[in-house]
């Protein structure tokens, strides 16, 4: 039985399939990738995505918190912070920098 992130994850194939220059769909299979562990297919997708739209701050977002994952602490906080100067008041982003900026403190 597939879970649910599979079933997605096909269903964002088709979209690209169909039209692959949406940055919108790219990051949201970036994010998927992410959330099932597979994280180089995640900032492939999400490198993309920002590459036709470098203000996505959802893109963004969900590569700084890939980055974090991958133990690049360094480009987590940047993504992370640019997704903020987009849009200051989101509180999941800013919750996602805080732990990264813990990390960072942690590692010094």
Partial sequence: MMGRHE???IDLTKSLEIKPDDAFVLSTRGDTYRLMDRYDASLVDLNKSLEMDPNNENALAFRGVTHRL????IE???DLDRSL???PNDMWVQNQRQITDRLLYDLL
């Fill in 76 to 78: 987590s906080f940047a």
């Fill in 7 to 9: 079933e997605s994850l």
């Fill in 70 to 73: 991958m133990g690049n602490y």
């Fill in 85 to 87: 100067e987009i849009n």
